[in-house]
């Protein structure tokens, strides 16, 4: 195994759809389509992409919640799918959203229950229930029955759900999406604490700021593959090349983002807006050129401010998963 | 080795559940409560096995009816909020988890037959003897983990689908008739009995009558002793098929990524 501690080999996975209407069974299109890569023992390790793209499909797999279709992959030097009751004892997963727990319970017994099935001694278990509690913030509401939590309070239960076998590794599933941002910021120091605690950690997510501040080690999922990988400073120097002008006007109009989007040599354009301002992100082949024909189809717009800046990794992600990297 | 940790945290959960929810009193306790109350109404001469055939028969009415619906319910439940995939991703198999609740559900079932039985001494003062008690609670033992096999067969079987209501709904009455209860199967038509054969608790009810000291209607007079062989026989064949599917589903499941949807 040496420091590998998940393996996979051109994974692939086919789901068997039914026809809504005939009710003709048939088989998918590839949901994950040839995965190949590899995660070093207390690695975070992010898989990024859009909705649909294949990450949760990769983690269930690894996971051992589905066969791949062809391909294969070892987790803690075990095949996934002949050896999937030794890998289920030494991981996790952690999802995002408000499912996955008992909600006429309370916190608690939620984690008693959880850890009965990982067979952890009665008196083990209660120390580390209470440990966990305290770790995500929870002691104070664990006897509340999980239907009276809020969002973010049910985000920490799953947290703590996740780490009740002391898991080698742990699969993070959109661990932050839906909430706010200052119970995505508690939930990221959680992750670093665990990582901090040795464990190997798969996270998926689409949000850039989270993978920039985790990960090690990226890899872009799109459509089912992976069109990129690498750390952080390598997906921004793949895109180095292309030059980011960013834009901050007053007024802003589709008209407009569509007017900078027709002009030749700009890749792509991401737009953000707030009540006084928006700011625009246009990936251009040469930033040098650029500046000033972006500028005159801006000059209704009474522009404050246009100014060449260094990619960052969401201008990385936007330029693969459009595909003009 | 089954998981015990599993099974007896599963049964603690599925309690915790019950008691969270007063909703499930009205099919575990006031469905079979009114179905004795109709019947001992609807015998105003009430002979000794009258009144048994009533409160037998409302108990195992209730045993059943929480065996069927909580079972069935069971895995749905859990496609519902979502916990479903956070159960199969640990080390204990599916089986065991449900098992917990299975028995849970039973037991409620057996409670419910308790009250029946106060209900028919107190209100209806039916002055029920039974001729061997110790006989009559060894059998409703028997037939307890019986219909706990059977919500665990009905739970694994209801993963295939997201019907199990509607079948639930279906399988309640006639299931409930052949097993005997509340119609001696002699007064079935005889195509029927292989049905009444094949179902275990037919069995249990038969050595509950002969243990209250009500005579065999069986068309097939086995004895205390045969009915208790023949039941424990038909639950090994349940539990060893329930294991079957269990074991298919999971493999199932994994394939077609299902156990998600609700």
């Known amino acids: 195994m040496g420091d590998r501690v998940i393996v996979a080999e051109d994974l692939v996975k086919c789901y068997p759809r039914t026809n809504g209407k005939s009710g003709e069974k048939k088989t998918s299109k590839p949901a994950v389509d040839g995965v190949s890569f590899e995660i070093r023992k207390g690695q975070i390790f992010g898989l990024l992409g859009p909705n ?37 004892k ?10 996955g727990l008992y909600y006429r319970i309370s916190g608690r017994q939620n984690l ?13 278990r209660d120390v580390r229930i209470e440990e966990l509690l305290q770790k995500v913030g929870l002691e104070k509401a664990a006897d509340q029955r999980v239907e009276e939590y809020s969002r973010g309070m049910k985000q920490r239960l799953h947290i703590a759900r996740g ?17 706010d941002p200052e119970i995505s910021r508690e939930v990221r120091g959680m992750v670093r604490d665990m990582s901090k605690d040795g464990k190997t950690l798969l996270l998926t997510t689409h949000n850039m700021n989270e993978a920039e ?38 007024r802003m109009t589709p008209d407009v983002i569509e007017a900078v989007h027709s002009i030749d040599g700009v890749l792509n354009v991401a737009c953000s807006s707030d009540a006084y301002r928006s700011i625009l992100r246009i990936q251009v082949a040469d930033g040098q050129d650029m500046v000033l024909p972006i500028a005159k189809r801006l000059e209704n717009c009474r522009i404050i401010r246009v100014s060449r800046e260094e990619p960052t990794l969401e201008d990385a992600y936007m330029s693969m998963v459009i595909g003009d990297a | 080795m089954p998981n015990l940790y599993a099974i007896t945290g599963s049964f603690k959960k599925q309690a915790l559940d019950f008691i969270a929810d007063p909703q499930w009193i009205i099919p575990s306790l006031v469905a079979p409560f009114t179905f004795t109350l109709v019947t001992l109404m609807i015998y105003p001469e009430r002979d000794a096995s009258i009144v048994l055939y009533a409160v037998l028969g409302g108990g195992i009415l209730g045993m059943w009816s929480n065996s069927l619906r909580a079972s069935g319910f069971s895995i749905n439940y859990d496609r519902m909020v979502g916990t479903l995939e956070s159960l199969m991703v640990t080390p204990t198999p599916l089986m065991e988890v449900i098992a917990g609740r299975a028995i849970w559900n039973a037991l409620i079932g057996l409670l419910n037959s308790l009250l029946v039985f106060i209900l028919a001494e107190v209100v209806f003062q039916t002055s029920i003897r039974l001729a061997d008690p110790l006989m009559f609670f060894i059998a409703l033992a028997i037939i307890l983990l019986s219909l706990s096999t059977i919500g665990l067969f009905l739970a694994a079987f209801f993963v295939f689908t997201r019907a199990s209501s509607v ?52 068309p097939i007079p086995v004895g205390y002793a045969g009915d208790l062989l023949i039941l424990f026989a038909i639950t090994a064949v349940y539990l060893t098929l329930t294991w079957m599917l269990f074991k298919k589903m999971d493999g199932k499941a994994r394939e077609s990524g299902s156990l998600g949807r609700y």
């Open chain 1, 52 to 88: 649909g793209a294949g990450k949760t499909t990769t983690i269930k797999m690894l996971g051992t919640l589905l066969i791949p279709t062809s391909g294969g992959a070892t987790v803690l030097d075990h095949d996934i799918v002949k050896d999937y009751m030794e890998i289920r």
């Open chain 1, 90 to 99: 030494r991981i996790n997963i952690i999802s995002g959203g408000d499912r």
């Open chain 1, 112 to 124: 008693r229950f959880f850890s009965d099935l990982y067979r952890i001694p009665r008196r083990l």
């Open chain 1, 163 to 179: 780490l009740v076998n002391d898991p080698d590794i742990l699969f993070l599933d959109e661990p932050t999406i839906g909430l």
């Open chain 1, 213 to 250: 501040e985790l990960c090690d080690d990226i890899n872009i999922i799109v459509g089912g593959k992976i069109v990129a990988k690498g750390t952080i400073a390598e997906l921004k120097e793949a895109v180095r090349k292309k030059s980011v002008i960013e834009a901050e006007v007053r």
């Open chain 2, 167 to 218: 079948l639930t709904q279906i399988l309640e009455l006639p299931i409930f008739i052949i097993s005997g209860a509340m119609i001696p199967i002699n007064l079935m038509p005889s195509w029927s009995w292989p049905l009444s054969f094949t179902f275990g608790p037919f069995w249990g009810v038969d050595a509950l009558q002969i243990a209250a000291g009500v005579s065999s209607t069986s």
